[in-house]
């Protein structure tokens, strides 16, 4: 085990746990793997994960229906775990979190410097979930946490096919669904399906995707009138950047979705050649070196243009970089 979750928890009576706003699959699985085993382990505690409401199609990890959603007014609690995320991300659970008596903090963001009493940061593993796996006692594994944590690993490691996967990634997944969970239907349902509105607004912004900087880049954009228009959240624009992303020739793409008048939600994907944590740390937002996101004030075309410059000062740096490499090869 890399860190004694147990030990740091003490003789602690009350115990939170919270991630971020807008809580994706990682979010979730780890939270709720860590709620479930910190509830089997200190039978005598209480533990309470504070989260926005996740999606629905989460709602088969065990803990789903317990999730505090609406962040009541609370006592200090003993030991408060942020997983997944910077305190400036935790919405509403952050009065939780600063009035606690110790506050841990687990996190694989490349932009999160550690924000709490005691720090567990790894940027070079995949996802908070299977950091969350690492500290979990392995006899006390069983069907439930796995799923809530294998639900975390495949949401941020694209089905481990993004690069943030790694052997040892690999056998943490064989070791889980040998639990016996049906792993094909949980990847079905929460990864690749859609609701027929979720797709519908894929189509039309794929269709109204622009490219520029030689179809290095592409862009597109949500606004709010639209998203009413098909009673669409946030959380059914999920998987529309990387669809954006696979497109021939992109090596980055950019998707907004309106916040409000003059304010966009911006997600950022990579593939080799831009470094997007950069980009988005420069907006105040933040991520990983593939995946990130910031808000950006403006319109449309200002954060467009504010974005692009960087995404294209990286481009250049890159390609620099690499004519430099092919030269010497002679
Ligand atoms: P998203 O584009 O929202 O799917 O986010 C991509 C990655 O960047 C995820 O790992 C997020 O946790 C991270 N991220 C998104 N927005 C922010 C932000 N404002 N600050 C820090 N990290 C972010
Ligand atoms: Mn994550």
Redesign the pocket.
Known sequence: MTFDLLKECGNARRIGISG?VRP?GDCVGACLGLWQYLTKCLPEAGVQVFLEKPADIYREIKGFGEIVTDFPEEEPFDVFFLLDS?PD?MGEALSYYRAAGKKINIDH?V?NKGCGDVNYIRPEIGSTSELIYDMIAPDMLDQDMAKAIYTGIIHDTGVFQYENTTPATMEKGARLIGSGFDFSRLIRETFYQKTYVQAQIMGRTLMESIRFLDGACIVSAIDRKTMEFYHAEPKDLDGI?NQLRNIEGVECAIFMYQTNLLEYKV?LRSGDKVNVAEV?SYFG????VR?????MSGTFHDCVNNISLHIEKQLKRWEAEHDKRDDSDF
Request: aromatic share 0%; hydrophobic share 30%.
């Open positions: 971020h994706d910077v991300r963001h932009s950047v997600s988005a937002g933040g991520g990983h995946a990130a996101g910031c808000t």
